[in-house]
């Protein structure tokens, strides 16, 4: 018996049971059309819900900053790595949030693992929505907090553990993720910042799938909630419909100068590059100044829906671009996206443990890259291998 004999049993039986993950591998920018496996194929699966990720602006911004800045930070944020662009990223970022700070971190997984550790630890209590971002769930493990899930996006049960722990000394946080990124759903934040007043408990909503999304302009979900000043915590990532990289949060000052001090991928782990920041902050410069992407995204969005429902496909509950066509079992799932590909056209098939047994499907999401000829051409195949394996008439 080898010591790491473990690896090779483990593999093997992730590929027996279906769940062995085959990374495919991108050789073009993302776009609406990518290459993929020298294939060039109708990109269905990114979060550059924006095009942000190739945007000209952001690449050339991007090269500016090198010019001027160089490739690296050097540095830790709280030793020599807070650059003129951290900051003004930062400003910028607050503003645009309707906030009055934000920090901005390497990565909105980061930004969870820094965030929550540095608000609760041994003797407070999470409260967590069931579904939560993997981030989150590691953030609040990291914390040493005792965490409470409440049933998904439902404010009462979420009363209900509170009423709980009411007489419990420790600090309360109730964090969500804004929208779930398998079905597209948006939790009732508004509810859940009314119970959380009642008990005095912290609340934090990740908002990576709402940011450039939801609200005015992709402001997210505390302004298309109209929630501004009643959240404390708004974690953001740059990864997503910023088309860069990165994680932030948004807050009050003084909570902004607590975690300067205390979040600990802050502390202990470089800055994001010049060339990153540089983007992101165009992104944001372009979002503050026009909404036209954001609007592209979301007729987009209604046009895909509506059609796809017309098919006689099963969207479930969403609400926002990301567009879950719900196939059942596992195998199916896996053999539509299989004949998609064949067919010109890159989407995944999401199954257990991603999602619940009996639930897998494909997930489509929708981009303002998308042309309606994009859209149609996806919708023809959807048709044509939906007939080919029974799942509409
Ligand atoms: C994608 C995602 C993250 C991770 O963001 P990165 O910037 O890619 O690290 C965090 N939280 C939620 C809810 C997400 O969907």
């Not at 790595?81 to 900051?87: E, F, Q, V, Y």
């Not at 964090?175 to 934040?189: C, I, N, R």
Request: proline residues 4%.
């Amino acid at each position: 018996m080898g010591k790491l004999d473990f690896v090779k049993e483990e593999i093997e039986r992730l590929k027996k049971e279906g769940l062995y993950v085959n990374i495919k591998t991108i050789e073009s920018p993302q776009g609406a059309w990518i290459k993929v496996d020298g294939k060039e194929v109708l990109n269905l699966c990114s979060n550059n819900y924006l095009g942000f990720a190739n945007h000209p602006v952001l690449k050339e911004r991007a090269k500016r900053a090198i010019d001027e800045f160089g490739v690296g930070p050097g540095a830790v944020r709280t030793i020599a790595g807070t650059m003129k662009l951290h900051r003004e990223l930062e400003e910028k970022l607050a503003k645009f949030k309707g906030a009055e700070a934000a920090l901005s971190f390497q990565s909105g997984f980061n930004t969870n693992l820094a965030v929550i550790p540095a608000l609760v630890g041994r003797g407070d209590v999470i409260f967590s929505d069931e579904l939560n971002h993997a981030s989150i769930i590691d953030g609040c493990r990291l914390s040493r907090a005792e965490i409470v899930r409440f049933k998904h996006a439902d404010p009462q049960d979420l009363k209900k553990k509170l009423e709980e722990y009411k007489e419990h000394p420790g600090k309360k946080l109730v964090v969500t993720d804004g929208v779930f990124s398998m079905d597209g759903d948006v939790a009732p934040l508004d509810k859940y910042v009314e119970v959380a007043e009642e008990y005095d408990a912290i609340t934090m909503v990740d908002d990576a799938h709402g940011e450039g999304v939801l609200g005015n302009s992709g402001r997210g979900i505390v302004d298309s909630l109209k929630l501004h000043g009643k959240v404390d915590l708004e974690v953001g990532t740059l990864s997503k419909a910023f088309g860069v990289v990165g994680g932030y949060v948004a807050a009050k000052k003084e909570v902004i100068e607590y975690l300067r001090q205390k979040a600990r991928p802050f502390l202990f782990s470089s800055a994001v590059t010049p060339p990153d920041v540089a983007a992101a902050i165009a992104a944001v410069d372009i979002l503050t100044e026009s909404d036209k992407l954001v609007v592209k995204l979301w007729d987009n969005t209604n046009y895909f829906q509506t059609e796809i429902k017309n098919l006689g496909f099963d969207i479930g509950e969403t609400e926002t671009p990301i567009t879950p066509i719900m196939l059942g079992e596992a195998p199916i799932a896996q053999e539509f996206s299989k004949r998609l590909f064949k067919e010109g056209i890159f989407a995944q098939a999401i199954g257990y443990p991603t999602v619940p047994k009996g639930k897998a499907r494909i997930r489509v999401m929708i981009s303002a890259v998308h042309e309606k000829k994009d859209l149609d051409f996806a919708l023809e195949k959807f048709a044509k291998i939906g007939k080919e394996l029974g799942v509409i008439e």
